[in-house]
């Protein structure tokens, strides 16, 4: 399902600010006016909480770090903007969790390749309102006369807007990895915060005991309590904590849950925290977190037993891909009515298709297809695929436009933005714009698991071909 929604700027309607309560058992030097509540006092009564849409804010980060496992996908767009299933991309199953929450105040901060991303949200999410002040606002990295540099981390890139996410006086905040492929039902992530009476609540992958997912691991004890924590094995070297004591973890897997980067904090909390207690943090995952348990604050965990991908890895943004087309009930749902998916609508003529012999795929908005076969492959949008090309086990991004005969391209202007006649290709990612020529063989011929041929146009991980965006591809080539 593609909709689109709604943009809006700031109204100058105020949210009622619920439940207050003076805070003193994290110390007294704080300025009153962030104090919300007493933490051993839930934020509020749960029958007296406003609606989602009023209480909670989404901060939605948009890209995971300079140095992506996702390169050379990553390497002119961010995470959150890699197309997935043909017409959409990941950020799109972040901030379509948000609104199927009934979360309708969306924060996205953006920082690294993040142009696409930024024109993908600020276009996708127009056209119809969310709720009375409900909006998707892009916050991208900024420079300011008390910050010139770049957001040096999660933390720092909050602390950084609190000016601006303290515009509604919302009880809690929703921090959420905009990268990762899963449907969740917000709400009861909230009500079990709520419930719990948490400082701050983290949602936990069930399905992985004692894996590491990128994001550390917790210890819980029997009712969900955070004991511990462990940060995964590329510890950062720039620590502002101590936290030895979090590290010494015991064997039993039972009660040690992978982190999935996703956080609810109560409004006081975050900002004390950011503020007061750790100004100098940068990242929350390893310093906040962290922080946060050795100042014995309670946080509780939410397992999350669902379908999740992180898309750590070329193999796995491979798999969730091809996890598209199969019938299966452990793969993420493209087609569920009750959570829809939303995205930019973009006007695509249909798809024509010429004596082509398709099965087991996806095919996406206004492609152009001749006597070719497909087979168990995601095509996106915009691709061209000529005659007699074999296609198989694959994903092609396809293009931001149409190729358009009779314009001076260089050397290569024979070459179309598409895949070329008689061309085969097998078990292999295709970019967007790539111009792959004919009678091309893109096959791993010598069955290389790992290679970087990027001068070339290509890379190989785990045994994938990832041809480059924008790549060229010469008629006859073997790969």
């Not at 950020?91 to 901060?109: P, Q, R």
């Not at 390893?286 to 509780?300: N, Q, T, V």
């Not at 967007?432 to 004919?438: C, E, Y």
Request: hydrophobic share 35%.
């Amino acid at each position: 399902m593609v909709m689109s929604l709604h943009y809006s700027l700031y109204s100058n309607v105020k949210l009622p600010l619920f439940c207050y309560k003076p805070a003193s058992e994290f110390g007294s030097k704080f300025h009153p006016n962030l104090f919300i509540k007493n933490s051993s006092e839930p934020e509020c009564l749960n029958q007296l909480c406003p609606p989602a849409n009023q209480s909670v804010a989404a901060i939605v980060f948009g890209d995971g770090s300079s140095h992506s496992r996702l390169y050379p996908l990553t390497k002119r767009r961010s995470e959150g903007a890699i197309p997935i299933a043909g017409n959409y991309r990941l950020i799109d199953a972040v901030v379509s969790n948000c609104i199927n929450s009934n979360i309708t105040k969306i924060y996205a901060l953006t920082q690294y390749n993040s142009t696409s991303l930024n024109s993908h949200l600020s276009r996708a999410y127009s056209g119809a309102r969310l709720s009375k002040e409900g909006f998707v606002e892009v916050i991208a990295a900024y420079q300011s006369p008390d910050d010139n540099g770049w957001f040096q981390g999660t933390a720092d890139a909050i602390r950084r807007c609190l000016w601006l996410l303290e515009e509604y006086p919302v009880v809690e905040f929703l921090v959420l990895p905009g990268y990762h492929l899963y449907k969740m039902d917000y709400q009861k992530l909230i009500d079990t915060h709520r419930r719990s009476k948490a400082d701050i609540t983290v949602s936990v992958f069930g399905n992985k005991k004692g894996e590491d997912l990128g994001f550390g691991i917790f210890k819980l004890n029997d009712e969900n309590l955070v004991l511990e924590f462990r940060e995964n094995h590329e510890m950062s070297t720039r620590k502002s904590l101590s936290v030895e004591n979090l590290v010494n973890f015991d064997d039993n897997e039972k009660c040690n849950f992978p982190s999935m980067g996703i956080y609810v904090i109560n409004r006081n909390i975050m900002i004390k925290l950011l503020t007061e207690y750790f100004p100098t943090a940068n990242d929350l995952k390893s310093e906040l977190i962290p922080g946060a348990i050795s100042l014995g604050m309670k946080i509780h965990a939410y397992q999350f037993n669902g379908y999740w991908e992180d898309m750590r890895t070329i193999e796995a943004y491979y798999r969730a891909n091809m996890e598209t087309i199969q019938k299966t009930n452990k793969a993420y749902n493209f087609h569920d009515r009750d959570s829809p998916l939303y995205t930019l609508p973009r006007h695509l003529p249909p798809t024509l298709v010429t004596d082509a012999v398709i099965t087991d795929s996806v095919i996406g908005d206004g492609c152009i297809l001749s006597k070719c076969r497909i087979k168990g492959t995601v095509v996106g949008m915009r691709t061209r695929i000529g005659d007699k090309a074999v296609i198989e086990d694959s994903v092609i991004m396809g293009s931001d436009t149409y190729h358009q005969t009779g314009i001076s391209e260089g050397e290569h202007t024979s070459i179309p933005v598409g895949i070329g006649e008689g061309s085969i290709i097998r078990k292999a990612i295709i970019d967007k714009n790539a111009r792959i020529g004919k009678n091309v063989m893109i096959i791993n011929k010598d069955n290389v698991q790992d290679g970087n041929m990027e001068a070339n146009g290509y890379i190989i991980a785990g045994g994938i071909i990832v041809i480059i965006r924008s790549a060229i591809i010469p008629d006859g080539s073997i790969l």
